[in-house]
């Protein structure tokens, strides 16, 4: 039931894609990709047997130009290749994921969706009333890509966190140093502001972290280091987004800045804190060049296990 099919959006032009016309149009993606070019793969699986069930994600990354085997090629980054998982009902609610290695698994692959419906018999052993039979429906594969400014048009925030998470070092704050979800329960009728406010304790501790982090490594490091390093959160001015942007920065609204005090306009870094999970993961991306070795060095085993001792695992 249901022959393999997806539709396919490239700059624009719709496409539907099955069996007959696949490595056609893989030949005419190829075509329309480059590097650095905004894509969004949406994989769906669902099982409507005992429970109705649906799974449907959306892969958001850059691309790197090629294809293989159905499989995307992702962009790296200056240290990293990034993607973002993205649910489609929430798109402000996304998992990023960076890997120095470009093994995606299926991540970037393209499968034709098909869908199935298999007949079940239920023989009723214990019921008086005897078997009956009844039909499950099973499908799994990609509904939708999408490839040029259309994927930027619709999650442009999203875009700029792969952006930033590619180019950025990652820290994972040991769990000694995490707030407890109990730390405060001020909305204990209310899940949804409740995990509002963890979000912001969570963010707030891996902003202190690399704060602290990253101003013993600059006095260390900077010669004209002034007093020490302040983290502000970017949405404390509604300029400060567009402003930075435009000078080439992929922030958000939820990002810090990590200022050397005395210099109000000079920014080490901008740290973003993971929203999602709460497991203490952040990304620290340089301003300019004379800051990577700093914040290399602050992000450094021995350095972190001079500030956060409890919980560094040994290599």
């Not at 056609?24 to 047997?49: C, D, F, M, W």
């Not at 939708?144 to 994927?151: A, N």
Request: aromatic share 8%; proline share 6%.
């Amino acid at each position: 039931m249901g022959a393999p099919s997806l539709d396919m959006r490239l700059h624009g032009k719709r496409y539907h894609v099955d069996e007959k016309n696949f490595d056609a149009s893989l030949k005419r993606l190829q075509s329309a990709i480059k590097p650095g070019t905004p894509v969004l793969i949406r994989n769906l699986e669902y099982n409507h047997a005992v429970s109705f069930s649906n799974n449907v994600q959306d892969i958001v990354f850059l691309s790197g130009g090629s294809i293989k085997d159905a499989v995307l090629k992702v962009k790296q980054g200056k240290r990293a290749y990034g993607r973002a998982h993205v649910s489609p009902e929430d798109p402000a609610s996304y998992n990023l994921v960076a890997t120095p290695h470009p093994l995606w698994g299926d991540s970037a692959r393209i499968h034709l969706f098909h869908s199935s419906q298999e007949k079940q018999y239920n023989e009723g052993t214990f019921s008086p009333a005897g078997g009956y039979a009844y039909y499950t429906q099973r499908g799994s594969g990609t509904q939708l890509v999408v490839v040029g400014d259309e994927v930027q048009r619709m999650m442009p925030d999203v875009l700029h966190a792969v952006r930033f998470v590619s180019d950025a070092v990652y820290f994972k704050l040991p769990s000694d140093y995490l707030p407890s979800s109990n730390d405060i329960t001020a909305f204990k009728e209310d899940k949804g502001q409740q995990r509002m406010l963890d979000a912001q304790i969570h963010q707030l501790a891996c902003a202190k972290a690399a704060r602290q982090l990253v101003g013993k490594a600059a006095s260390e490091l900077l010669q004209d280091y002034p007093d020490g390093v302040y983290a502000q959160r970017l949405d404390s001015s509604p300029d400060n987004i567009p402003r930075l942007r435009a000078e080439g920065f992929p922030v958000d609204s939820q990002d810090f800045a990590l200022i050397e005090l005395g210099h109000p306009r000079r920014i080490l870094a901008f740290v973003k804190a993971d929203h999602v999970t709460f497991r203490g993961e952040m990304y620290v991306l340089p301003t300019r060049p004379e800051c990577r070795k700093v914040i290399e060095h602050a992000f450094s085993s021995k350095m972190v296990e001079t500030i956060y001792p409890h919980g560094i695992r040994q290599s």
